[in-house]
């Protein structure tokens, strides 16, 4: 039960940020919205570290110097997973008219949709391998250690989904609609969460492999992404200050939790 609820947990932070399409008249201010994604940028930042590849290394840290190894090998395939990807599927970034990845007729609403659904992948691979970690006592990998990244998660994913929300809303969609988009785009994570913990049974010897990966995914996301978008024109200062709290929050998660 609780490893269900732990995977649903950043789900619901997802809809509740797709919410505030309910209550916000207007489109999301641009200082805002630099603030929530320099916020997020700190949660995934931080728990890549703490949560990923710090257990990673302890894992396998009776080979001593080789103990990097799973670490270095799973971060890079997580970065060419996600780079993959980002060239392959057909996505529209928020704040651009070009899209990306293979030529489709996707409406553009689609396209916003699949964007974010690619940056939630790695987010619920995140939550997954910590899950499968604790489940098989790896790296003082708790059960709490693991809420806590879940936890972190769902915070981060709040102004994520008022992030897809507000604009499919802007553009001229109802609601309901705008609001079941940015809701569903955080649907990949339980469904990946469960994915790597199915897989991680089966394979246990690779678990730090994994780690690392979710850690390499997570942070393609935040340097190819969400940074530059937090950084661009004005008011980046915001988006610095977001990050710092963001980066606390989840070190501090992570280390009462953990």
Do not use: C
Not at 38 to 60: D, Q, R, T, Y
Not at 197 to 215: D, E, G, K, Q
């Amino acid at each position: 039960m609780t490893l269900v609820i732990g995977l649903l947990i950043p789900l619901l932070g997802t809809m509740l940020g797709a919410a505030f399409v309910f209550f916000m008249r207007d489109e999301m201010s641009p200082r805002l919205q630099k603030t929530l994604l320099g916020f997020a940028s700190g949660v995934m930042v931080a728990a890549s570290v703490w949560s990923l590849l710090i257990p990673a290394m302890k894992m396998e840290e009776s080979k001593g110097a080789w103990s990097l190894l799973p670490a270095a090998v799973g971060f890079l395939l997580g970065i060419g997973f996600l780079l993959l990807i980002d060239e392959l599927m057909p996505h529209l970034h928020i704040g651009t008219d070009k899209p990306e990845g293979m030529r489709s007729h996707l409406s553009r609403t689609a396209m916003l949709a699949l964007a974010v659904t690619i940056h939630n992948l790695p987010e619920g691979m995140a939550v997954g391998v910590v899950f499968a970690g604790a489940e098989d006592s790896a790296a003082g990998l708790s059960l709490a250690s693991a809420l806590a990244v879940s936890i972190g998660i769902a915070i981060q994913n709040v102004p994520e989904g008022a992030i897809i929300s507000m604009p499919i809303r802007a553009a001229g969609n109802s609601k309901w609609k705008s609001f079941v988009i940015g809701s569903l785009s955080g649907a990949v994570e339980p469904i990946g969460g469960f994915a790597i913990i199915l897989l991680a049974s089966l394979m246990t010897p690779v678990l730090p492999y994994m780690l690392a990966f979710a850690a390499g995914a997570m942070l393609y996301v935040v340097v190819e992404e969400l940074i530059p978008e937090a950084s661009s024109g004005q008011h980046s200062n915001l988006s610095t200050i977001g990050f710092a709290i963001g980066f606390i929050l989840m070190m501090v998660l992570d280390v009462v939790m953990g």
